[in-house]
Structure formats: C-alpha cells, structure tokens
Nanobody, 114 residues
Framework: QVQLVESGGGLVQPGGSLRLSCAAS????????MAWYRQAPGKQRDVVAT???????IYANSVKGRFTISRDNAGNTVYLQMNSLKPEDTAVYYC????????WGQGTQVTVSS
C-alpha cells in the first residue's frame, strides 16, 4: 500500500518561505522519481517540480529559481523549499510518485497573502 503524507503548509506573506515535506511508504522510495504538484481553486492540478532517483530535477517555469526540490532516500522523504513566495503560489500542494499514478496524499494548503 502506497502512502504519501504531505506537511509543512501554512499562511505566509508575499516574499516569504516555506518548506514542504512528503513522507512516502509502501514503495522502494530510492528507485523512483518523485514529484510535487499543486492545485489552485478552480484550476487543474499541475506539476511543480520533479526529482529523479539520481537527483536530476525539473521545474515548472513559474517556480524556476524560487523553488527547490530535494530528497532524502534514507528517510523516504521528498522536500519542496519554496522561497520568494507570491500570491499566485496559493494552492494545495501534493506529492506523488509518477510510477504509481493512482496514489495521492491528502495535500497541504499553502496560502500566500498579506
């Protein structure tokens, strides 16, 4: 059973930072690409950042230079460091292993507002 548990969201002012965490279980974590997605109200869920098993990363243009995805294979955890946050970053953030597309966590709410 694949389980993904996101945490670290909250309310932050524009320009602030947050670090999201996603604890994964039920998969051989170190072997799989992991990704962060987000879904704003009334919009589709989009990929934000991806990290391969080897540590290669890809970012959506909207977050490039501000967000950093990383992973701790010993702890089965993937992180998303978000800096210089903007109101348009407000969304529910989810992690997923793309090789297991049916499994999503509960998400963590990020609200960027003054």
């Amino acid at each position: 059973q694949v389980q993904l548990v996101e945490s670290g969201g909250g309310l932050v002012q524009p320009g602030g930072s947050l670090r999201l965490s996603c604890a994964a279980s039920g998969i051989g974590f170190s072997r799989y690409t992991m990704a962060w997605y987000r879904q704003a109200p009334g919009k589709q869920r989009d990929v934000v950042a991806t990290i391969t098993s080897g540590g290669s990363t890809i970012y959506a243009n909207s977050v490039k230079g501000r967000f950093t995805i990383s992973r701790d294979n010993a702890g089965n955890t993937v992180y998303l460091q978000m800096n210089s946050l903007k109101p348009e970053d407000t969304a529910v953030y989810y992690c997923r292993a793309p090789s297991f597309p049916a499994y999503w966590g509960q998400g963590t709410q990020v609200t960027v507002s003054s």
